[in-house]
């Protein structure tokens, strides 16, 4: 076992080989080790205690660039009118990366956390330094960056670019210290790392922080559901009915807190400038390609063909929810991928899950491999309240995905259509842009790469189709 891992096992599910070496009907309950799944019974997905916030000496110059880039405040290159000294500034911080040694890796890579780290940093590296680019120069990414970005990103299984675990599961702290075991409250949260060092980016990314946190409630309901299911009596489908109820209360939950992040982040300042900063290949509008330069000196690395950057298709919480309820083949199937079918790439949502920390990819594989799936058995009960507690459970699923709907409006459709203002609020109401009718808002992109309405919309309907018909 890694010791640098210090999750609990969560979930306890039988292997899909269950049935070799157990008697007749009775169910293995061997689990995987926690390691394997790195989910935490107070946290989650979430790491149980704040991610490190430095590396150690050996790789102090990353850590230095990264202070300095934020310190120098450094402006979007794309920005109109950008003066002369922005320009110099940027481009003398680029030049200072382009001459940083070449850092190996290889007392990293005994630990977990501090390979997570370096994703992180030099992750944010990478960003500041093409999003400070002028937009019509080639994005060129320097051998002190290329080199380990890739072997680190090798050993963690990721794309060498930001994912939803930089800017999310591993970019917070304390406000104040925690007692002993004690469980990180919503409002005690700060972030790590920013772009702008604004108010309205930091509550972007506490506002999933605090879904991924709020989400064990969701984690712990599907345990006991599960267990339950193995019983399959009455008694345990009075009690499963009762959980489902819980459940879909959760998602409420986690739909209110999604369209709290109303409250504090402006929606012109994130769409003109926040988000540009976390975009991808993807979600180029130039559609520049990203070169890797000095990828050639170690023979081990492949040419990256994964850059999306970080989305919120990554979170594994709403994955984990999908595939619980069984409906990841309604909502996992969409024929609206952003990508072109000749293009090879799987749909949106499976291939975001290459960009999530590999223990929860080995947690989401497990978790499908359930022999029980609970959507066979309600259907299989005929009990009609069980039933209703299950589309209960999916039209909340349902009700979470048209709240992303209106965040979309609010904070990419609606600014969008307007200039690109100073950082200064500006009031937006979502109620009213209708994305049904805008006639030039299915060409827009998300921070994936989707052509981002469709895709939603698409989303949206089939996790309602999701939904049983009256047994």
Not at 224 to 241: K, L, N, P, Y
Not at 248 to 260: G, K, S, Y
């Amino acid at each position: 076992m890694d010791p640098n891992l210090t999750s609990n096992h969560f979930l306890s599910l039988p292997r899909p080989d269950a049935s070799v070496g157990t008697p007749a009907g009775v169910p293995d309950t061997t689990t995987l080790a926690a390691h394997d799944f790195d989910v935490d019974t107070r946290t989650g997905f979430m790491p149980p205690q704040p991610p490190i916030a430095r590396l150690p000496p050996a790789w102090e110059s990353w850590e230095a660039a990264l202070d300095e880039a934020i310190r120098l405040q450094l402006q979007l290159g794309h920005t109109p009118g950008l003066p002369e000294d922005e320009i110099a500034k940027s481009e003398s911080w680029r030049g200072r990366v382009r001459s940083l040694p070449i850092l190996p890796i290889t007392d990293l890579k005994r630990s977990e956390l501090y390979l997570r780290r370096g994703h992180h940093v030099l992750g944010w590296i990478l960003h500041f330094y093409i999003h400070s680019l002028p937009p019509n120069a080639s994005i060129v990414i320097p051998p002190p960056i290329t080199l380990p970005l890739l072997q680190i990103s090798a050993q963690l299984q990721l794309p060498p670019v930001l994912t939803y675990s930089d800017d999310v599961l591993y970019n917070w702290a304390l406000k104040k210290p925690l007692e002993q075991n004690g469980v990180p409250a919503l409002d005690n949260l700060r972030c790590l790392t920013l772009f702008t060092g604004t108010k309205d980016e930091e509550e972007f990314y506490l506002t999933s922080s605090r879904i991924e946190l709020k989400g064990v409630e969701a984690l712990e309901l599907m345990q006991v559901i599960m267990d339950e299911t193995f019983v399959g009596d009455d008694i345990a489908i009075r009690r499963i009915t009762q959980y489902l109820t819980s459940v879909a209360t959760v998602i409420q939950d986690l739909r209110t807190m999604l369209l709290a992040v109303k409250e504090h982040c402006n929606p012109d300042i994130f769409y003109h400038h926040i988000r540009p900063w976390f975009r991808g290949v993807d979600s180029d509008p130039n559609k520049r390609p990203w070169v890797f330069a000095g990828i050639e000196e170690d023979p081990s690395l492949q040419e990256p063909t994964e850059l999306s950057g970080p989305s919120a298709g990554q979170s594994s919480l709403v994955h984990a929810l999908d595939i619980f309820l069984g409906v990841d083949q309604y909502s996992h199937a969409s024929s609206v991928t952003g990508h072109s079918s000749s293009s090879g790439k799987s749909a949106f949502l499976d291939r975001m899950q290459m960009y999530m920390p590999r223990h929860h990819r080995t947690f989401l594989n497990h978790l499908s491999a359930n022999p029980r799936p609970l959507r066979a058995f309600v259907e299989g009960s005929k009990d009609a309240g069980l039933q209703e507690a299950y589309n209960a459970a999916v039209l909340a699923l349902k009700a979470f995905r048209d709240a992303h709907m209106i965040i979309v409006a609010l904070y990419i459709i609606g600014p969008s259509r307007r200039p690109a203002p100073a950082f200064a609020a500006s009031a937006v109401s979502a109620e009213r842009l209708d994305i049904q009718k805008d006639y030039h808002v299915d060409t827009l992109k998300g921070t994936g790469g989707t052509e981002l309405v469709n895709f939603l919309k698409d989303v949206r309907d089939r996790t309602a189709g999701a939904v049983l018909p009256p047994a």
